[in-house]
């Protein structure tokens, strides 16, 4: 079993995860994002009928709006509390998404090839090694598939919104739920990219107002979050 995960982060979901999805709890901000998220993995593929992998599923919130959408979703996590509040939600919302307690580097190596789509959200900045987990997710992946990342920017002011702001402050995520050396540049992500057999056909910022509890795309605003859409190559190419 892959060992790239931190016991502390998994304690830390694991300690919440009754609240996934009370939308005025620890989550709200992510329910909040999620329209936008949602909104930026559609401009590159259609999720009718895909089949979807999202890995570092958590409670369940991507998944559920990814599967409402027609996807036949598989979600991955490794804090098991958090699944279990993700399965149990199936049965209030009648959708259908397969939940596995498992590594994507042990999944991607039982199915090789097998996904249309990977997401990998908000999830790279809370595991010692991003770069094992984003080579599993495109070994997963299909030739021609989508891999979409977004993570944190380690900026200064990603460290006083995302952090100071938003867990001490504002306390619209818990406290201790991000670190800020784990944050990763753009410029270091695509770095990684350019080694993988992959294109790189977007990276967008999103900025997130909470005082209206929305998030819009911005392309020019990488500071604090930001995505990234990556396309595997096909084996012609």
């Not at 999805?21 to 949602?38: A, E, M, S, V, Y």
């Not at 991607?108 to 959200?121: G, K, R």
Request: net charge negative.
């Amino acid at each position: 079993m892959s060992n790239n995960h931190s016991q502390a982060e998994l304690d830390q979901f694991n300690s919440q995860a009754a609240f996934w999805w009370d939308k005025d709890g620890p989550f709200k901000t992510l329910h909040q994002i999620n329209p936008c998220r949602l909104a930026y993995i559609e401009q590159f593929t259609a999720l009718k009928d895909q089949k979807v992998l999202d890995v570092g599923c958590g409670g369940g919130i991507l998944s559920e709006a990814m599967a409402a959408q027609g996807a036949k979703v598989t979600g991955l996590d490794l804090a098991e509390d958090s699944l279990k509040t993700a399965k149990m939600h199936l049965y209030e919302s009648e959708l259908k998404v397969d939940y596995q307690l498992q590594s994507i580097e042990d999944h991607a190596s039982a199915n090789p090839e097998q996904y249309d789509v990977v997401t990998c959200l908000e999830m790279l900045e809370h595991v010692p090694d991003p770069e094992s987990i984003i080579d599993a997710c495109l070994a997963a992946l299909k030739p021609d598939g989508w891999l979409i990342l977004s993570t944190l920017n380690r900026t200064p002011k990603a460290m006083m919104l995302g952090i100071v702001a938003a867990e001490h402050v504002l306390r619209i995520v818990p406290k201790g739920t991000h670190h800020y050396a784990q944050f990763i540049k753009p410029s270091e992500m695509v770095a990684a990219l350019k080694t993988k057999d992959v294109d790189i056909k977007d990276l967008s910022g999103m900025r997130y107002n909470p005082f209206t509890g929305t998030a819009t795309l911005d392309k020019q605003d990488l500071d604090i979050n930001y995505f990234l859409a990556v396309q595997k190559k096909s084996k012609q190419s």
